[in-house]
Each structure stands twice: as structure tokens, then as C-alpha cells.
């Protein structure tokens, strides 16, 4: 029989599982993402920013492909209207991640929803809902848990680029941008389970590269709203 003692240890040992679970999920993808943040924070110096500000970029903004997009720009002297109109398109697609999670955070306070707002990224996201497929039940400390390993390996990736960023030359020329695309593919595949998303894949694959090529400028845009609508017409077999 369990005793008082026994029943106050329970809830601690089931959240400290609940972190570790969450910890080692995240983690092959955050590590997968080293060499995208140390290019970001390469990149950033090299454009002219502080290390500080490079620092802060990663800090404040967490998003990868944001932050690329932006130093892109900011190295080319865009406007800022540039800048915002970008960051606001790539990052589009955290408005369909928030609303997945909209019923499971709706009635939770308002900081718990303040910290998945903010840690809430790809990454994230896919472990969080492989987690609540097999557990069926969204865990708010499972999902901050592996928001915050996330955040703290995309940080020190970062400082990592700023440091190589001052001593070694051409850091951008080594490659590591097939990170970004790794990463993806690594979580896009699990989701694959039925042939309506099969397709989408293959058309907006399909369409990114053959538009790359025409008109690099929109490429990506026009080859996901291609995929989304080959995904929502396609007809799902029962």
C-alpha cells in the first residue's frame, strides 16, 4: 500500500520522465541543426553585426530560417519592409502549428501559453505531436521541456558560429546550409502515412525545384501553396 510520502513522490518522478522523454526526442533534431546555427551566427558577423547582436538575434527571434532570410537582406542593405514582408512569410506556417495546439493550450494560464508561443518551433512541434499520438494527451511541461533543449542547443550553435565566424574565413562557403534541408526532410518524412500527403510532398518537392529555376524569387511560395492545395483536393481513401 502506498503511503503519503510514496503518493508526493509520484507526480515528481513522472515529471522528471516527462522532461527526460522530452530531452532525448528533441535532441537528434536540435543536434541536426548545429551547423544551421553556427552559419547563422557566421553569417550575422559577417554582415557587420556586434557579436552581441548576433547573439541576440538567436535569443530574441529563435527562428532559424527567419534569421537567415533577414541577414540575407540586411547584408544586401534591403529595406526594412523587405525584411519584415520575408520573415512574415517564412514563419506563416507557425499560425497552422498554433492552431493544432489551440484546444490543448486554450485553458491552460497565460504563461504556459507565453512559453510554447515562443518555443514553439519545427522541431518541437513534430515531437510534441508524435507524443500526444502515442500518449493520446498534450503535456505542456513535454512540450516547453523540448522547446527549451531546443532553444538552448540553437543557442549555443549560434555562439559557436560567432566565435568561428571571427577566425575562420569563407565559413559560409563550407556547406552547412544542407542543414536547413536535412532537418526537414527528417521531420517531414514521419508525417508521411497516408498518399494525400505523399503527393502534396512530391508536387511541392517537385514544384520548388523546376521553379527554382525559372523564378528563384518565389519559388518557395508558390510550391507550397501548390502542395497545400494538391493535399486538400486530393481524395483520402476510408
Same mark, same amino acid.
Given at each position: 500500500m502506498l503511503n503519503e510520502t510514496d503518493l508526493a513522490y509520484r507526480p515528481i518522478t513522472s515529471d522528471i520522465k516527462t522532461i527526460n522523454r522530452a530531452v532525448l526526442d528533441i535532441m537528434p533534431l536540435a543536434l541536426a541543426t548545429v551547423p544551421w546555427g553556427i552559419l547563422c551566427g557566421s553569417l550575422a558577423i559577417n554582415i557587420g553585426l556586434t557579436a552581441i547582436q548576433a547573439q541576440l538575434m538567436s535569443l530574441l527571434v529563435f527562428a532559424g530560417a527567419a534569421q537567415l532570410a533577414s541577414i540575407t537582406i540586411l547584408g544586401a542593405t534591403g529595406a526594412i519592409s523587405s525584411i519584415f514582408s520575408s520573415t512574415f512569410v517564412i514563419s506563416s506556417r507557425h499560425l497552422l502549428y498554433s492552431a493544432v495546439f489551440r484546444e490543448h493550450v486554450r485553458q491552460r494560464s497565460f504563461l504556459s501559453r507565453l512559453c510554447i508561443a515562443f518555443f514553439l518551433t519545427d522541431e518541437m512541434f513534430a515531437v510534441t505531436c508524435a507524443y500526444v499520438e502515442k500518449h493520446k494527451t498534450f503535456s505542456v511541461l513535454y512540450a516547453i521541456s523540448a522547446g527549451i533543449t531546443f532553444y538552448v542547443v540553437w543557442n549555443v550553435s549560434t555562439f559557436a558560429g560567432i566565435v568561428a565566424g571571427q577566425y575562420i574565413p569563407n565559413l559560409e562557403n563550407l556547406g552547412l546550409e &544542407?542543414?536547413?534541408?536535412?532537418?526537414?526532410?527528417?521531420?517531414?518524412?514521419?508525417? %508521411?502515412?497516408?498518399?494525400?500527403? #505523399?503527393?502534396?510532398?512530391?508536387?511541392?518537392? &517537385?514544384?520548388?525545384?523546376? #521553379?527554382? %529555376?525559372? %523564378?528563384?524569387?518565389?519559388?518557395?511560395?508558390?510550391?507550397?501553396? @501548390?502542395?497545400? #492545395? @494538391?493535399?486538400? &483536393? @486530393?481524395? %483520402?481513401?476510408?
Open positions: &544542407f542543414a536547413i534541408a536535412a532537418t526537414f526532410i527528417t521531420i517531414v518524412i514521419p508525417s %508521411i502515412k497516408d498518399p494525400s500527403i #505523399l503527393i502534396a510532398v512530391l508536387v511541392s518537392g &517537385f514544384s520548388a525545384l523546376v #521553379l527554382s %529555376i525559372y %523564378i528563384p524569387d518565389y519559388a518557395l511560395i508558390i510550391a507550397t501553396i @501548390t502542395g497545400m #492545395l @494538391t493535399g486538400y &483536393f @486530393t481524395p %483520402i481513401k476510408e
